[in-house]
């Protein structure tokens, strides 16, 4: 991490870093016009940021002349301090948010018949829906292409797959057979996949459909728009099981040439 993106970090705003820094460069106490010129900006937003730096301890404000002027005291000293400073408060932000977390989530008692509802877009949603199903730690049950997965997420597939198999979390899948899953199809066991495969001429499938937990996610696999939704609802999650395991048990029974 960069010096003045570290700087911002710990709560300055882009002017007060360049400000800031300039002085520290500075010698002897100087008015915010000396400085406003270093930096190429008008004397009202340098004043502003001195005054602000002169409140983190960071500056101090003096009379020379009779002209207001500001130097930067020793950094070793001020910002150790503001650094330790915003420490304990992050510290007391994460406190109270963690003992609020509880009140925050609203619960099944308090509001029955409304599902929680995410909507996410792009890879990057998707792949966070990949991490809320290994967040919920418990065999899980899917429709989809297992090759549209891969042109989708790439190695993340593979990475997925390894964390879920050390986790021993077992997929129960139904997919679409054809030419390009016959590799996929050899290793299920391998990858703790119990797959039921029908022709793809009988489920040409574009997207995909989770159930794991209490939790229903339906994905869009299309590379240019990618989308996900995962809905929280015990009902809905029954209702999606229940269809799953009507499918599999009617077509468990046919035998289909793989």
């Known amino acids: 991490m960069k010096l003045k993106q570290a700087l911002e970090e710990i709560g300055l705003s882009a002017i007060e870093v360049d400000t800031y820094l300039t002085l520290l460069k500075t010698a002897g106490a100087q008015p915010a016009s000396i400085l406003a010129n270093r930096m190429g900006i008008n004397r009202t937003t340098a004043y502003k940021a001195l005054i602000n730096l002169s409140k983190l301890g960071l500056a101090t404000k003096t009379m020379k002349h009779g002209i207001i002027c500001f130097f930067a005291e020793d950094p070793e000293d001020t910002l150790k301090a503001l650094i330790e400073e915003r420490k304990e408060t992050l510290d007391q932000v994460n406190m109270t948010v963690l003992e609020a977390l509880p009140s925050l989530i609203v619960g099944e008692e308090s509001s029955p018949h409304l599902p929680k509802i995410r909507y996410y877009e792009g890879v990057d949603g998707i792949k966070q829906v990949y991490e809320a199903v290994l967040k919920e730690g418990a065999d899980y049950y899917r429709y989809g292409d297992i090759t549209k997965i891969y042109g989708t997420l790439g190695d993340f597939v593979d990475d997925y797959i390894r964390r879920r198999n050390k986790m021993g979390i077992t997929a129960h899948a139904i997919m679409p ?46 590379k240019d728009s990618p989308i996900s939704v995962i809905i929280e609802s015990d009902v809905v999650a029954r209702m999606f099981k229940s269809i799953f395991m009507l499918t599999w048990r009617d077509y468990a029974k046919r035998t289909f040439k793989l």
């Open 177 to 222: 057979y054809h030419k390009r899953s016959e590799e996929l199809y050899k290793k299920d066991k391998e990858e703790l996949r119990k797959a039921l495969y029908i022709p793809y001429d009988l489920f040409p499938i574009e997207g995909e459909v989770r159930i794991f937990g209490n939790k229903v996610a339906i994905l869009s696999l299309k």
